[in-house]
């Protein structure tokens, strides 16, 4: 079996046949979602993710589902979350800038396309996206402490931006009332977030990285003072 290396080969291979045949009338959609669809995915290092809404996502449910994961395994698909329409409904005050990456960006595989008419409750938003970002802060300066360790100093911005920019998309939605279009525009609004192109010179890359940090905090606190009623 070969890999699926593009959204377009996944939709147009055998697997939103074998989705609907194994769910029936209990799937509502299955859908790609996260680093999928995100710039930079390489289908030969990571899985496709697929999730889905189900009428019922009780274990019986999602049971036919089994006979399905060596194929899944062999073709580079993982499946990761099950949701009720119910279930996205009363967790929204929980997970509202997941809901929201759902929304906003995925393909669906099989069924109809999930969340079609979300609109996040904003005030949750918010309050995910600064509890988010204080967490991040305190991983932040714990990671500057230990830099002088690090073999790969660079990777700083790495690991941070693949947990930050998520969240900066809620952030930028919280501000613009409008879904980014690309980690550019989050690049273009806050540019002490883009990695340097090089570590070599220390003082420049010590300056990035405090200005990284510097600009978090300053993100934190404009989320905690924003009024988004």
Not at 51 to 60: K, M, P, V
Request: aromatic share 10%; net charge negative.
């Amino acid at each position: 079996m070969k890999k699926n290396l593009s959204i377009i080969e996944l939709q147009r291979s055998r697997w939103p046949g074998m989705l609907q045949q194994a769910l029936g009338d209990n799937l509502i959609s299955a859908f790609i979602h996260g680093d999928g669809l995100v710039e930079g995915f390489n289908a030969l290092e990571r899985p496709w993710t697929v999730s889905f809404i189900l009428r019922d996502n009780s274990t019986e449910k999602i049971r036919p589902l089994q006979e399905l994961l060596r194929d899944a395994r062999k073709e580079n698909i993982e499946f990761r979350y099950f949701f009720t329409l119910k279930e996205i409904q009363t967790s929204e005050d929980v997970f509202p800038l997941e809901f929201f990456h759902i929304a906003n960006r995925n393909v669906a595989i099989a069924g109809a396309k999930p969340l079609p008419n979300y609109e996040p409750n904003m005030e949750c938003l918010r309050l995910e996206c600064e509890r988010e970002l204080r967490g991040i802060l305190i991983h932040l300066r714990e990671a500057y402490l230990y830099l002088q360790q690090d073999r790969n100093p660079l990777g700083f911005f790495a690991r941070a931006n693949a947990t930050l920019l998520p969240i900066m998309y809620g952030v930028y939605y919280l501000k613009h009332r409008v879904y980014p279009e690309s980690h550019q525009q989050i690049f273009d609004e806050h540019p002490s977030l883009r990695a340097p192109i090089s570590s070599r010179n220390e003082k420049l890359f010590l300056d990035s990285i405090n200005n990284y940090i510097a600009t978090v905090t300053d993100i934190v606190n404009l989320v905690d003072s924003m009024d988004v009623v």
